[in-house]
């Protein structure tokens, strides 16, 4: 069995071995750069395969368009500013849902997380609330709030609220009270605790749950827009249904998975720059 060559090393004057040199900069972005290429080769393929069955006829297209057709439906529909409409008002739903349900979750985690009278009185009825499925309370929205804006909003916000609530609530109990105690010792009262302690030791899990949180308020968009809904790229797919015209349907589809892997991306962006001082374990290139 062949053993692995060993690190390059360096010698220095007194002829001990020094530490193994690092590999080269260039090198590891060049490692980095293959990996994503390589996680792109997949769903390519996917696509392809997708679009050669079609062509063959193995795909009907009242059943499941072309990607080709589809992009050319979202280009006709994007000239003829229809597109822009309906994406312009489903962005406006989504940002205010998220917007309520999370200062909502947030501020409510962050009273039962650091207060004990908080816990007693603002965990129970959220954990009892979360086991109900926010999407099966259409019927009682309804007749709550009415079919129109506020039906969508309320749908999106109870989906933001349930993961910010418990990731921040978790992320605060979470942190080791060691900390907490070695903060006190050194004279920050209460207040500075939470502000240079607790609040940044809480931030990871509230990233996470932001994150949580994005994924389930487009997926209470979709259902929230279809309805009695009369704009909204759900809107979109529902009226393409009813004329079997399955490229917008896909192309609704796809419109929201970019619009949540572009959340995802730009929250991801966030995290790092808001949390530079934690390290985490990461894969290396092979």
Not at 136 to 144: C, D, E, K, T, Y
Request: aromatic share 6%.
């Amino acid at each position: 069995m062949t053993r692995p060559a060993p690190a390059p090393t360096t010698t220095v004057p007194d002829g001990s071995a020094a530490a193994p040199v690092p590999a080269p900069s260039g090198r590891r972005r060049r490692r980095r750069t293959g990996a994503r290429w390589r996680r792109v080769i997949s769903p390519l393929v996917l696509v392809l395969g997708w679009e050669l069955a079609s062509r063959a006829g193995l795909l009907a297209p009242e059943k499941l368009s072309a990607p080709s057709e589809v992009l050319r439906t979202g280009w006709r529909l994007a000239v003829d500013g229809i597109l822009w409409t309906h994406l312009t008002d489903s962005l406006t739903r989504a940002a205010i849902g998220l917007a309520i349900g999370g200062t909502l979750g947030v501020l409510l985690g962050a009273v039962a997380g650091l207060l004990r009278i908080g816990d007693d009185l603002v965990d129970p009825p959220v954990q009892m609330a979360r086991m109900l499925p926010h999407l099966g309370l259409v019927p009682l929205l309804i007749i709550w709030v009415g079919i129109g804006e506020s039906l969508k909003i309320t749908l999106v916000c109870l989906g933001a609220f349930f993961p910010i609530y418990f990731n921040m609530y978790a992320g605060i109990r979470d942190i080791d009270v060691r900390l907490v105690e070695a903060a006190r010792t050194c004279g920050l009262n209460a207040i500075q605790r939470i502000r240079h302690v607790i609040l940044p030791g809480a931030l990871p899990a509230l990233f996470l749950g932001l994150r949580l949180a994005i994924g389930a308020a487009w997926l209470s968009l979709v259902v929230g827009e279809q309805v009695n809904a009369q704009t909204g790229i759900g809107f979109l797919m529902m009226e393409a249904r009813e004329f079997s015209q399955t490229d917008v349907v896909v192309l609704g589809l796809l419109i929201y998975a970019l619009l949540g892997l572009l959340s995802d991306v730009a929250l991801r962006m966030l995290e790092r720059r808001a949390l530079t001082w934690r390290t985490g374990v990461h894969v290396q290139a092979s």
